[in-house]
């Protein structure tokens, strides 16, 4: 049965754990102030708890999830040099030793969006991508700062909640919103890894 992961644990397993106390390879980009607590509340991770990257089998189909920033759609597994060719070069990035992989965990930070990578020989290819201001929307809408009500006529009620957490989930993808007080504050995509 195929497991979620949350963006947190996800963002704090694969891209920013401690790794026994190894030194990040580049400085970080500032996280989202909502998000500095749950990546300092999760570096206790054991990378036996972590995923496999994605088999071919397993890379997500068309109908999955998939952000469209501009003429270019952003999907799970996609090898991030398109996305870069696509957007541009990113405003900055981070990197660090990969404890659940072998090779180096990468996050792309782009206007408004932040991309996280795992990487596969010498490729990197996107695992989450998260939302980070309102000038991008999902593709039914729903932007930060939109009601859950929104959310809810846009994706309906086939979702798993957890806290203030909702996620919908398509083939290997996930889409979550993180409520507050009834307004998004949080949009994160992500590949589902079994």
Same mark, same amino acid.
């Given at each position: 049965?195929?497991?979620?992961? *949350? $963006?947190?644990?996800?963002?704090?397993?694969? /891209?920013?754990? /401690?790794? #026994?106390? =190894?030194? $990040?390879?580049?400085?970080?980009?500032?996280?989202?102030?909502?998000?500095?607590?749950?990546?300092?509340?999760? =570096?206790?991770?054991?990378?036996?708890?972590? $995923?496999?990257?994605?088999?071919?089998?397993?890379?997500? /189909?068309? &109908?999955?999830? &998939?952000?469209?920033? #501009?003429?270019? *759609? +952003? +999907?799970?597994?996609?090898?991030?040099?398109?996305?870069?060719?696509?957007?541009?070069?990113?405003? #900055?990035?981070?990197?660090? $030793?990969?404890? /659940?992989?072998?090779?180096?965990? =990468?996050?792309? &930070?782009?206007?408004?969006?932040?991309? !996280?990578? %795992?990487?596969?020989?010498?490729?990197?290819?996107? !695992?989450? +991508?998260?939302? =980070?201001?309102?000038? !991008?929307?999902?593709?039914?809408? +729903? %932007?930060?700062?939109?009601?859950?009500?929104?959310?809810?006529?846009?994706? @309906? &009620? @086939? %979702?798993?909640?957890?806290?203030?957490?909702? *996620?919908?989930?398509?083939?290997?993808?996930?889409?979550?919103?993180?409520?507050?007080?009834?307004?998004?504050?949080?949009?994160? %995509? #992500?590949?589902?890894?079994?």
């Amino acid at each position: 049965m195929k497991k979620l992961i *949350t $963006p947190i644990l996800m963002i704090a397993a694969l /891209a920013i754990t /401690a790794c #026994g106390g =190894r030194e $990040p390879l580049v400085e970080a980009v500032a996280p989202l102030p909502q998000q500095t607590e749950a990546i300092e509340d999760t =570096r206790t991770l054991e990378p036996e708890l972590l $995923p496999e990257p994605p088999t071919e089998a397993q890379v997500p /189909a068309a &109908s999955d999830f &998939s952000l469209d920033v #501009g003429n270019f *759609t +952003i +999907i799970m597994s996609q090898n991030i040099e398109d996305t870069i060719s696509a957007l541009g070069e990113p405003l #900055g990035m981070f990197e660090q $030793p990969s404890c /659940a992989f072998d090779g180096i965990d =990468r996050i792309f &930070s782009f206007p408004g969006l932040q991309i !996280h990578t %795992y990487p596969v020989g010498d490729a990197d290819f996107i !695992h989450t +991508i998260s939302i =980070r201001d309102d000038s !991008h929307v999902t593709d039914s809408g +729903i %932007y930060l700062g939109a009601s859950f009500d929104a959310v809810a006529a846009a994706y @309906g &009620s @086939g %979702y798993e909640q957890e806290g203030n957490m909702f *996620t919908f989930t398509r083939g290997m993808t996930f889409l979550q919103f993180f409520v507050e007080s009834d307004i998004v504050t949080a949009i994160t %995509y #992500g590949l589902i890894f079994e």
